[in-house]
Protein backbone atom coordinates (compact mmCIF):
# COMPACT_ATOMS: atom_id res chain seq x y z
CA UNK A 1 0.00 0.00 0.00
CA UNK A 2 1.44 3.44 -0.85
CA UNK A 3 0.28 6.37 1.43
CA UNK A 4 1.33 10.28 1.33
CA UNK A 5 0.81 12.46 4.58
CA UNK A 6 1.13 16.14 3.80
CA UNK A 7 2.87 17.32 6.90
CA UNK A 8 3.14 20.89 6.28
CA UNK A 9 0.89 23.15 4.12
CA UNK A 10 2.67 27.07 3.67
CA UNK A 11 1.66 29.53 0.68
CA UNK A 12 5.35 28.49 -1.38
CA UNK A 13 5.60 25.24 0.05
CA UNK A 14 4.21 21.82 1.08
CA UNK A 15 6.08 18.73 2.50
CA UNK A 16 4.86 15.50 2.09
CA UNK A 17 5.75 12.57 3.89
CA UNK A 18 5.54 8.75 1.13
CA UNK A 19 5.03 5.50 2.56
CA UNK A 20 5.09 2.08 0.97
CA UNK A 21 3.54 -0.69 3.05
CA UNK A 22 4.26 1.52 6.61
CA UNK A 23 7.28 2.39 5.96
CA UNK A 24 8.73 5.40 5.34
CA UNK A 25 10.45 5.96 1.75
CA UNK A 26 11.50 9.80 0.81
CA UNK A 27 9.88 13.42 2.04
CA UNK A 28 8.74 15.39 -0.89
CA UNK A 29 9.38 19.41 -1.22
CA UNK A 30 7.32 21.03 -3.02
CA UNK A 31 7.84 24.70 -3.58
CA UNK A 32 6.82 27.78 -5.44
CA UNK A 33 9.59 29.50 -6.36
CA UNK A 34 7.46 32.19 -7.63
CA UNK A 35 10.27 33.14 -9.74
CA UNK A 36 11.54 32.46 -13.66
CA UNK A 37 13.51 29.43 -14.86
CA UNK A 38 16.98 30.07 -13.81
CA UNK A 39 20.31 30.15 -16.47
CA UNK A 40 21.18 26.32 -14.95
CA UNK A 41 17.56 25.48 -15.18
CA UNK A 42 17.25 26.75 -18.53
CA UNK A 43 19.89 23.60 -19.73
CA UNK A 44 18.24 21.45 -17.63
CA UNK A 45 16.27 18.17 -19.59
CA UNK A 46 13.38 18.52 -20.99
CA UNK A 47 13.80 22.24 -21.04
CA UNK A 48 16.87 22.89 -22.83
CA UNK A 49 14.94 20.89 -25.41
CA UNK A 50 12.30 23.98 -25.42
CA UNK A 51 12.33 27.34 -28.16
CA UNK A 52 13.95 30.52 -26.39
CA UNK A 53 10.31 32.10 -26.87
CA UNK A 54 8.78 29.53 -25.05
CA UNK A 55 11.12 29.67 -22.21
CA UNK A 56 11.22 33.42 -22.26
CA UNK A 57 7.20 32.71 -21.20
CA UNK A 58 7.80 30.99 -18.36
CA UNK A 59 6.71 33.19 -14.82
CA UNK A 60 6.88 30.78 -12.65
CA UNK A 61 9.13 27.38 -11.49
CA UNK A 62 7.56 24.55 -9.37
CA UNK A 63 10.71 22.64 -7.73
CA UNK A 64 10.03 18.78 -6.43
CA UNK A 65 12.73 17.70 -4.25
CA UNK A 66 12.19 13.52 -3.40
CA UNK A 67 14.75 13.39 -0.30
CA UNK A 68 15.20 9.95 1.19
CA UNK A 69 18.34 8.01 3.40
CA UNK A 70 18.74 5.75 -0.21
CA UNK A 71 18.23 5.77 -3.54
CA UNK A 72 14.64 5.38 -5.07
CA UNK A 73 13.67 2.40 -6.22
CA UNK A 74 12.83 2.97 -10.02
CA UNK A 75 9.38 1.74 -9.44
CA UNK A 76 9.19 4.24 -6.68
CA UNK A 77 10.84 7.29 -8.40
CA UNK A 78 8.38 6.61 -11.96
CA UNK A 79 5.12 6.83 -9.23
CA UNK A 80 6.37 10.03 -7.40
CA UNK A 81 7.44 11.73 -10.41
CA UNK A 82 4.01 11.10 -12.57
CA UNK A 83 1.89 11.94 -9.30
CA UNK A 84 3.78 14.88 -8.79
CA UNK A 85 3.71 16.19 -12.72
CA UNK A 86 0.08 15.96 -12.32
CA UNK A 87 -0.37 18.03 -8.89
CA UNK A 88 1.25 20.50 -9.81
CA UNK A 89 -0.98 23.42 -12.26
CA UNK A 90 1.74 23.58 -14.86
CA UNK A 91 0.51 26.42 -17.87
CA UNK A 92 1.96 28.03 -20.50
CA UNK A 93 3.73 30.31 -18.00
CA UNK A 94 4.58 27.85 -15.55
CA UNK A 95 6.89 24.48 -15.50
CA UNK A 96 8.06 22.14 -12.73
CA UNK A 97 11.72 20.83 -12.06
CA UNK A 98 12.13 17.60 -10.17
CA UNK A 99 15.33 16.21 -8.21
CA UNK A 100 15.95 13.25 -6.22
CA UNK A 101 18.42 13.85 -3.22
CA UNK A 102 19.76 10.59 -0.96
CA UNK A 103 20.51 12.23 2.36
CA UNK A 104 22.35 9.28 4.15
CA UNK A 105 21.70 10.42 8.08
CA UNK A 106 18.04 11.63 6.81
CA UNK A 107 16.34 10.02 9.25
CA UNK A 108 19.04 10.49 12.45
CA UNK A 109 17.73 14.19 13.16
CA UNK A 110 16.22 14.27 16.23
CA UNK A 111 13.67 16.82 15.38
CA UNK A 112 11.65 14.95 12.85
CA UNK A 113 9.15 16.46 11.02
CA UNK A 114 9.29 19.94 13.26
CA UNK A 115 10.90 23.06 12.01
CA UNK A 116 14.22 22.70 12.58
CA UNK A 117 14.64 19.59 10.70
CA UNK A 118 12.42 21.15 7.53
CA UNK A 119 15.11 23.77 7.09
CA UNK A 120 17.73 21.13 7.66
CA UNK A 121 15.77 19.55 4.50
CA UNK A 122 15.42 22.98 2.69
CA UNK A 123 19.45 23.76 2.74
CA UNK A 124 20.04 20.28 1.71
CA UNK A 125 18.46 20.51 -1.34
CA UNK A 126 19.24 24.47 -2.09
CA UNK A 127 16.36 26.01 -1.03
CA UNK A 128 15.95 30.25 -0.56
CA UNK A 129 13.13 29.02 1.72
CA UNK A 130 13.70 29.11 5.22
CA UNK A 131 10.74 28.48 8.23
CA UNK A 132 10.68 30.56 11.15
CA UNK A 133 9.65 28.43 14.25
CA UNK A 134 5.56 28.77 15.04
CA UNK A 135 4.37 30.28 17.59
CA UNK A 136 1.98 28.38 19.79
CA UNK A 137 0.48 30.71 21.45
CA UNK A 138 -0.72 33.04 17.90
CA UNK A 139 -2.26 30.04 16.93
CA UNK A 140 -6.69 30.74 15.93
CA UNK A 141 -8.79 27.92 16.81
CA UNK A 142 -12.31 26.48 15.99
CA UNK A 143 -14.86 28.01 18.68
CA UNK A 144 -18.16 26.99 19.13
CA UNK A 145 -19.14 30.31 20.71
Given at each position: ???????????????????????????????????????????????????????NEI?????????????????????????????VNN?????????????????????????????????YIH???????????????????
Amino acid sequence: MKLFNRILKLKNLEIFKFFKESDTVCYILLEDTRRPLSKEEIKRDPLCYMDEEDINEILNVFKISFISDEKLEEEDSYFLRTFFSELVNNTDVTTFIMDEFVKKDLYDDPDLDEVPFFNNLLTYIHSDIVLSEIDDTKWMYLSQD
